[in-house]
Protein backbone atom coordinates (compact mmCIF):
# COMPACT_ATOMS: atom_id res chain seq x y z
CA UNK A 1 0.00 0.00 0.00
CA UNK A 2 1.25 3.74 -0.59
CA UNK A 3 1.22 6.50 1.99
CA UNK A 4 0.58 10.00 1.23
CA UNK A 5 4.14 10.57 1.08
CA UNK A 6 4.82 7.15 -1.30
CA UNK A 7 5.22 7.96 -4.89
CA UNK A 8 2.18 6.09 -6.78
CA UNK A 9 3.40 3.75 -9.20
CA UNK A 10 3.25 5.13 -12.95
CA UNK A 11 1.85 1.62 -14.37
CA UNK A 12 0.35 -1.41 -12.55
CA UNK A 13 -0.71 -4.58 -14.07
CA UNK A 14 -2.83 -7.83 -13.33
CA UNK A 15 -3.89 -11.18 -14.95
CA UNK A 16 -6.70 -12.76 -14.16
CA UNK A 17 -7.50 -16.30 -15.59
CA UNK A 18 -7.96 -18.35 -17.65
CA UNK A 19 -11.43 -18.03 -16.72
CA UNK A 20 -12.72 -20.91 -16.02
CA UNK A 21 -16.43 -22.85 -15.87
CA UNK A 22 -16.57 -22.49 -12.14
CA UNK A 23 -15.65 -19.05 -12.22
CA UNK A 24 -18.80 -18.00 -14.49
CA UNK A 25 -20.71 -20.19 -12.60
CA UNK A 26 -19.59 -18.85 -9.06
CA UNK A 27 -19.71 -15.49 -10.34
CA UNK A 28 -23.29 -15.61 -11.52
CA UNK A 29 -24.94 -17.24 -8.05
CA UNK A 30 -23.20 -14.39 -6.44
CA UNK A 31 -24.98 -12.11 -8.93
CA UNK A 32 -27.99 -13.54 -9.32
CA UNK A 33 -26.96 -13.40 -13.36
CA UNK A 34 -28.03 -16.66 -14.41
CA UNK A 35 -27.81 -15.37 -18.38
CA UNK A 36 -27.55 -18.93 -20.08
CA UNK A 37 -24.97 -16.81 -23.13
CA UNK A 38 -22.05 -17.43 -19.67
CA UNK A 39 -23.01 -20.21 -18.69
CA UNK A 40 -24.38 -22.73 -21.46
CA UNK A 41 -21.82 -23.73 -24.33
CA UNK A 42 -24.44 -24.38 -26.85
CA UNK A 43 -26.49 -20.97 -25.93
CA UNK A 44 -22.68 -18.95 -26.57
CA UNK A 45 -22.31 -20.63 -30.12
CA UNK A 46 -25.52 -20.20 -31.19
CA UNK A 47 -25.00 -16.50 -30.68
CA UNK A 48 -21.98 -16.43 -32.51
CA UNK A 49 -19.31 -16.93 -29.78
CA UNK A 50 -17.25 -20.08 -29.36
CA UNK A 51 -17.18 -20.28 -26.11
CA UNK A 52 -19.54 -19.04 -22.99
CA UNK A 53 -19.17 -15.11 -22.68
CA UNK A 54 -17.80 -13.87 -19.61
CA UNK A 55 -19.99 -11.83 -17.34
CA UNK A 56 -19.05 -8.06 -18.05
CA UNK A 57 -19.21 -7.51 -14.76
CA UNK A 58 -17.00 -9.51 -13.95
CA UNK A 59 -14.51 -8.07 -16.04
CA UNK A 60 -15.52 -4.72 -14.01
CA UNK A 61 -14.27 -6.68 -10.79
CA UNK A 62 -11.55 -7.82 -12.40
CA UNK A 63 -10.62 -3.96 -12.97
CA UNK A 64 -11.52 -2.94 -9.33
CA UNK A 65 -9.39 -5.92 -8.28
CA UNK A 66 -6.37 -4.58 -10.19
CA UNK A 67 -6.43 -1.68 -8.23
CA UNK A 68 -7.05 -2.80 -4.99
CA UNK A 69 -4.86 -5.11 -5.22
CA UNK A 70 -1.98 -2.56 -5.27
CA UNK A 71 -3.65 0.17 -2.81
CA UNK A 72 -5.96 -1.26 -0.80
CA UNK A 73 -9.87 -1.63 -0.94
CA UNK A 74 -10.08 2.07 1.15
CA UNK A 75 -8.51 3.82 -1.45
CA UNK A 76 -10.62 3.22 -4.31
CA UNK A 77 -12.47 6.14 -4.54
CA UNK A 78 -14.32 6.26 -7.86
CA UNK A 79 -14.13 3.53 -11.29
CA UNK A 80 -15.78 3.79 -14.44
CA UNK A 81 -15.54 1.05 -17.49
CA UNK A 82 -16.84 1.32 -20.81
CA UNK A 83 -17.12 -2.34 -22.42
CA UNK A 84 -14.94 -2.81 -25.69
CA UNK A 85 -15.63 -6.57 -26.65
CA UNK A 86 -16.41 -9.97 -24.39
CA UNK A 87 -13.81 -12.71 -22.95
CA UNK A 88 -14.97 -15.73 -23.48
CA UNK A 89 -14.52 -18.84 -20.77
CA UNK A 90 -10.81 -19.55 -21.13
CA UNK A 91 -9.49 -16.34 -21.60
CA UNK A 92 -7.02 -14.60 -19.49
CA UNK A 93 -7.96 -10.61 -18.91
CA UNK A 94 -4.76 -8.67 -18.89
CA UNK A 95 -5.68 -5.14 -16.82
CA UNK A 96 -3.10 -2.24 -16.93
CA UNK A 97 -3.45 1.04 -14.86
CA UNK A 98 -1.70 4.04 -16.09
CA UNK A 99 -1.27 6.75 -14.09
CA UNK A 100 -2.22 10.41 -15.39
CA UNK A 101 -2.43 12.20 -12.79
CA UNK A 102 -2.48 13.41 -9.34
CA UNK A 103 -4.70 16.03 -7.86
CA UNK A 104 -3.80 18.69 -4.91
CA UNK A 105 -6.02 16.28 -2.56
CA UNK A 106 -3.16 13.29 -3.31
CA UNK A 107 -6.22 11.75 -5.17
CA UNK A 108 -4.41 9.90 -8.37
CA UNK A 109 -6.07 9.49 -11.70
CA UNK A 110 -5.13 5.81 -13.23
CA UNK A 111 -6.18 5.47 -17.42
CA UNK A 112 -7.48 1.55 -17.51
CA UNK A 113 -7.61 -0.48 -20.24
CA UNK A 114 -7.82 -4.48 -20.21
CA UNK A 115 -7.58 -7.28 -23.07
CA UNK A 116 -7.35 -10.65 -23.78
CA UNK A 117 -5.05 -13.48 -24.52
CA UNK A 118 -5.61 -12.46 -28.64
CA UNK A 119 -5.29 -8.92 -27.63
CA UNK A 120 -8.51 -8.07 -28.37
CA UNK A 121 -9.73 -5.01 -25.90
CA UNK A 122 -12.45 -5.91 -23.43
CA UNK A 123 -12.46 -2.73 -21.44
CA UNK A 124 -10.94 0.89 -21.07
CA UNK A 125 -11.52 3.48 -18.51
CA UNK A 126 -10.37 5.27 -15.63
CA UNK A 127 -10.12 5.10 -11.51
CA UNK A 128 -9.52 7.39 -8.81
CA UNK A 129 -7.04 6.55 -5.87
CA UNK A 130 -6.29 7.81 -2.63
CA UNK A 131 -3.66 6.33 -0.56
CA UNK A 132 -4.69 6.01 3.44
CA UNK A 133 -3.92 9.01 5.35
CA UNK A 134 -2.83 6.55 8.14
CA UNK A 135 -2.60 2.69 9.22
CA UNK A 136 -4.83 1.65 12.18
CA UNK A 137 -2.78 -0.73 14.22
CA UNK A 138 -4.23 -4.71 13.64
Not at 25 to 36: I, Q
Not at 49 to 71: I, K, N, Q
Not at 88 to 111: H, M, P
Amino acid sequence: MTSMNTPRPQRIELECGPVSALDLALYAAASGDHNPLHLDADVAKAAGFERPVVHGMLTMAFCGRLLTSHFGVAALRSLSVRFLGAATRGDRVVLRGTLTSVDKEGVAIYELAGHNDAGQELVAGSARVSAPAHKTAP
